[in-house]
């Protein structure tokens, strides 16, 4: 009997994660603002002061990405022996990878040229693996940040403020176009899919369209032949409310 293989892969991950990951950073970004952070690994503590001072409720530290030996490494694998409270997260993503059969998750240690694109910069390296491991824990908010000597540490942060607002017509049309213009996605139908599902957005698909609906809005996109996105149309609501 022919072996029947594991077909999701770490580039369908990235595709996951895409669009609801990069609504829940432009939302980061609005609530800290002109910030600092600090981070206690130990106690454990992270909080990011500016003004004012957000405490996380939970952090969880996924690894690092090191210029040196030009790798990343998981917070499970790091030899520092940090609390189970902090690397628990990454331990989840260790037996994930272990199980659909995805090195990038499973192996302690992950060189850059390994990942797409074969990145050499560490904050891209720590971008793309905080994206995967989004995907497998379902915490959405990521921070990273310099750990010494170019190194980067990259963490999921949770906190009440952190949360989406409900998905509003002109902030999930921002994140659409934003996301086909800026990032690197492999199945557009895939990524738009998921960021539906994400939000409780309706979603339907043919081989040419897709339509995404929310309360009061819907965003239609045209697809090609490699179902890649070729336009945005939206309709939303008036703001003097419906025609009589």
């Not at 009440?160 to 800026?182: K, N």
């Amino acid at each position: 009997m022919r072996e029947v293989r594991n077909s999701l892969t770490f580039a369908n991950l990235l595709d996951d994660a895409a669009l609801l990951s990069l609504e829940h950073q432009l939302h980061l970004e609005e609530v800290l603002a002109e910030h600092s952070w600090h981070v206690n690994l130990k106690q454990p503590l992270f909080e990011f002061t500016g003004d004012r001072t957000i405490t996380c409720t939970a952090f969880h530290l996924l690894g690092t990405a090191a210029p040196g030996p030009a790798s990343w490494l998981w917070a499970w694998a790091n030899p520092s022996g940090f609390p189970e409270a902090v690397v628990s997260a990454s331990e989840r993503v260790r037996d994930f990878g272990r199980q659909h059969d995805i090195p990038e998750l499973a192996s302690a240690e992950v060189p850059f040229a390994s990942l797409p694109g074969s990145p050499s910069v560490p904050h891209v390296v720590a971008g793309l693996l905080t994206e995967a491991a989004k995907t497998v824990t379902g915490h959405w908010t990521s921070y990273n940040g310099e750990a010494g000597g170019g190194t980067r540490a990259a963490f999921l942060v949770e906190h009440p403020d952190f949360h989406l607002p409900a998905p509003e017509p002109v902030r999930v049309i921002r994140v659409i176009q934003q996301a086909l213009a800026d990032l690197s996605l492999t199945d557009h139908r895939r990524a738009l899919r998921a960021y539906a599902a994400g939000r409780g957005l309706g979603a339907e698909f043919d081989d040419r369209e897709g339509r995404l609906t929310g309360p009061g809005f819907e965003v239609v996109v045209d697809l090609d032949a490699y179902g890649r996105v070729t336009a945005i149309k939206a309709g939303l609501p008036s703001p003097d409310g419906p025609t009589p």
